[in-house]
């Protein structure tokens, strides 16, 4: 396992898949890195390509409201992708890409500790909580692994582009929040 400068460094210089020939910015992960609770997206977009930061632009902006709605901001928690690199007009990342990728994330949640891990969307639910998993159908479960509790909402891009989710993720939210609670985090 990299320490954090290490893992950070390999990572920017990663030519692992092809997505390397075209990214402007490695998207590293930003937040508290002594957090119990990390979010994963399934890899950055234009905007996140172009400033080297998960989450930004508008679901950026939505991400940080969905965050306040359970006490937490950026300083409060870690928030990392699948992919480190955008894919090509923010397709799905190929099964390729995320094999390319996922032991920079397998470290950063080594050297994090997580007790809950947020997965955002499908693609981070089909990765770490299940290969079959459906959000549509799972989002708000809760499944433990190895000491770590996850779930799964919506992506914050789906909750823009259908409004009629958000009630769904809402509650997704507060359970999220009571499971903070009862682990004790707050």
């Known amino acids: 396992m990299l320490q954090w400068e290490e893992l950070h460094r390999v990572?920017?210089?990663?030519?692992?898949?092809?997505?390397?020939?075209?990214?402007?910015?490695?998207?590293?992960?930003?937040?508290?890195?002594?957090?119990?609770?990390?979010?994963?997206?399934?890899?950055?977009?234009?905007?996140?390509?172009?400033?080297?930061?998960?989450?930004?632009?508008?679901?950026?902006?939505?991400?940080?409201?969905?965050?306040?709605?359970?006490?937490?901001?950026?300083?409060?928690?870690?928030?990392?992708?699948?992919?480190?690199?955008?894919?090509?007009?923010?397709?799905?990342?190929?099964?390729?890409?995320?094999?390319?990728?996922?032991?920079?994330?397998?470290?950063?949640?080594?050297?994090?500790?997580?007790?809950?891990i947020v997965c955002l969307g499908r693609i981070a639910a089909t990765r770490l909580i299940r290969p079959d998993f459906r959000i549509t159908r799972e989002h708000g479960t809760w499944t433990e692994r190895g000491g770590i509790w996850f779930t799964a909402t919506y992506h914050p891009s789906a909750l823009l582009r259908d409004v009629s989710k958000r009630p769904d993720a809402f509650d997704d939210l507060m359970a999220i929040r009571e499971k903070i609670r009862s682990l004790s985090m707050e």
């Open 11 to 116: 990572c920017m210089d990663c030519t692992k898949c092809a997505l390397c020939e075209t990214r402007n910015n490695v998207v590293f992960g930003v937040g508290n890195r002594q957090t119990d609770i990390l979010f994963v997206g399934e890899g950055p977009g234009e905007q996140e390509d172009l400033k080297g930061e998960p989450f930004v632009g508008p679901a950026g902006k939505l991400l940080d409201d969905m965050l306040s709605i359970i006490d937490l901001d950026r300083n409060k928690c870690y928030i990392a992708n699948i992919v480190k690199c955008r894919p090509p007009k923010n397709r799905d990342p190929l099964e390729t890409e995320q094999d390319a990728c996922i032991d920079y994330l397998r470290n950063q949640v080594a050297l994090i500790k997580p007790k809950i």
